[in-house]
């Protein structure tokens, strides 16, 4: 039986397959799969990809054997439908490369964003902290300037001490912040965040 449908044409293999007969589907299998197998190779580059796409173009056509009308040789519609294949599987990739790449970008912007919120968040505690170890005048000063905005004349008439007290009390706190943050404040600025 196998010898008499490698004996047949196209044509005639193709009627034989549209009524349903596995020998002309094996028959077209074994003599086109090879060919279109190193067509569509040549396009995409990718031997599991090229394999994957020739038995997929195999399965659709014995799936729509009853429906398909090929107009040209049975040839060139295999051919045909290789390229367009691939011409789907390629623009597939194209959209997906595109997809891929562009959750990349969100994530790594979400990340860094998470990232600085939580860095941002460590540092305020820590200057808090040192904040808190200030002798007390002074910490109540460099509060009301920082945390409450109030001016030095502001801070000065609330408790009762002149500008240029307030003034010292803010430079000094400064001062002993800076020594005791360097490595916090280096890495502040390195991210732009301004602390104080």
Same mark, same amino acid.
């Given at each position: 039986m196998e010898l008499e449908y490698s004996q047949l044409s196209d044509k005639e293999l193709w009627a034989s397959l549209?009524?349903?007969?596995h020998g002309a589907f094996e028959e077209i299998y074994n003599r086109y799969w090879q060919r279109l197998y190193v067509h569509a190779f040549k396009m995409l580059k990718d031997e599991s990809e090229a394999a994957d796409l020739i038995q997929d173009l195999f399965i659709s056509l014995w799936e729509k054997k009853s429906d398909l009308d090929i107009k040209l040789t049975l040839s060139s519609y295999l051919f045909?439908?290789?390229?367009?294949?691939?011409?789907?599987?390629?623009?597939?990739?194209?959209i997906r490369d595109k997809y891929i790449e562009s959750l990349y970008i969100f994530a790594e912007k979400h990340y860094s964003a998470v990232e600085e919120t939580i860095i941002e968040a460590e540092l305020s505690?820590?200057?808090?902290?040192? +904040?808190?170890?200030?002798?007390?005048?002074?910490? +109540?000063?460099?509060?009301?300037?920082?945390?409450?905005e109030l001016s030095h004349k502001?801070?000065?008439?609330?408790?009762?001490?002149?500008d240029k007290t307030v003034k010292k009390q803010i430079h000094n706190a400064l001062k002993i912040l800076k020594v005791r943050l360097a490595g916090t404040l280096l890495k502040a600025t390195i991210m732009g965040i301004h602390l104080f």
């Amino acid at each position: 039986m196998e010898l008499e449908y490698s004996q047949l044409s196209d044509k005639e293999l193709w009627a034989s397959l549209q009524t349903g007969s596995h020998g002309a589907f094996e028959e077209i299998y074994n003599r086109y799969w090879q060919r279109l197998y190193v067509h569509a190779f040549k396009m995409l580059k990718d031997e599991s990809e090229a394999a994957d796409l020739i038995q997929d173009l195999f399965i659709s056509l014995w799936e729509k054997k009853s429906d398909l009308d090929i107009k040209l040789t049975l040839s060139s519609y295999l051919f045909t439908s290789v390229r367009n294949r691939v011409i789907n599987a390629t623009d597939h990739h194209r959209i997906r490369d595109k997809y891929i790449e562009s959750l990349y970008i969100f994530a790594e912007k979400h990340y860094s964003a998470v990232e600085e919120t939580i860095i941002e968040a460590e540092l305020s505690r820590l200057i808090e902290r040192e +904040v808190d170890k200030l002798p007390g005048k002074m910490k +109540v000063v460099f509060e009301l300037s920082r945390k409450e905005e109030l001016s030095h004349k502001e801070i000065a008439g609330h408790l009762g001490m002149s500008d240029k007290t307030v003034k010292k009390q803010i430079h000094n706190a400064l001062k002993i912040l800076k020594v005791r943050l360097a490595g916090t404040l280096l890495k502040a600025t390195i991210m732009g965040i301004h602390l104080f």
